[in-house]
T-cell receptor, first 110, second 116 residues
Framework: QKEVEQDPGPLSVPEGAIVSLNCTYS??????FMWYRQYSRKGPELLMY????GNKEDGRFTAQVDKSSKYISLFIRDSQPSDSATYLC??????????FGQGTTLQVKP | DTEVTQTPKHLVMGMTNKKSLKCEQH?????MYWYKQKAKKPPELMFV???????INESVPSRFSPECPNSSLLNLHLHALQPEDSALYLC???????????????FGPGTRLTVL
């Protein structure tokens, strides 16, 4: 079993839809949770960072962490074609070493 | 400014060539990382430098040789690579070398390497 599980998709939604991306994990030592967005043939771009449980909002993006369920989510409101990319969840414990999910490919259709 | 720069953007090399990838950051970050990413896969950690010292080597073959000349620069020297080493090579940096908000990693755009 992988330490971090993420459905690779692809996920296709119409423009304006609410998108929900999720990861589950098995290591209870993880405390730091990140979402990266990666456009094709580019480097990952940090979108959201969350420490421990709770919600964090930044514009159209909301990150949620539920440590009791070992489950994290990224919601994108009013999705745009420019949101079409691969979304990678990543997490770390005290080592600082990032453990990535497989990435979910999102396509937002105009 | 959270910019990490990498050169070159693209590199094509033969199996007998020697080449180097370069990474630079001017954010005052003290940890720098090399990752390898194959198509449709997440980045795989190769090396970590913390305060200019190699702190993690993820059992990477010796044909990859990292170097950290100073706190802003990170090189990856390549020699006698194999076609299966073709990938996107990503550099990242973070404020510190441990865990926490200071250690959020910021990635460069990558070097796309093709080994013929």
């Amino acid at each position: 079993q992988k330490e971090v599980e993420q459905d690779p998709g692809p996920l296709s939604v119409p423009e304006g839809a609410i998108v929900s991306l999720n990861c589950t994990y098995s290591n209870s030592a993880f405390q730091y949770f990140m979402w990266y967005r990666q456009y094709s043939r580019k480097g990952p771009e940090l979108l959201m960072y969350t420490y421990s449980s709770g919600n964090k909002e930044d514009g159209r993006f909301t990150a949620q962490v539920d440590k009791s369920s070992k489950y994290i989510s990224l919601f994108i409101r009013d999705s745009q074609p420019s949101d079409s990319a691969t979304y990678l969840c990543a997490m770390s414990g005290n080592t600082g070493k990032l453990i990535f999910g497989q990435g979910t490919t999102l396509q937002v259709k105009p | 400014d959270t910019e990490v720069t990498q050169t070159p953007k693209h590199l094509v090399m033969g199996m007998t060539n020697k080449k180097s990838l370069k990474c630079e950051q001017h954010m005052g970050h003290r940890a720098m990382y090399w990752y390898k990413q194959k198509a449709k896969k997440p980045p795989e950690l190769m090396f970590v430098y913390s305060y200019e010292k190699l702190s993690i080597n993820e059992s990477v073959p010796s044909r990859f040789s990292p170097e950290c000349p100073n706190s802003s620069l990170l090189n990856l020297h390549l020699h006698a690579l194999q076609p299966e080493d073709s990938a996107l090579y990503l550099c990242a940096s973070s404020q510190g070398g441990g865990a926490g908000h200071r250690d959020t990693q910021y990635f460069g755009p990558g070097t796309r390497l093709t080994v013929l």
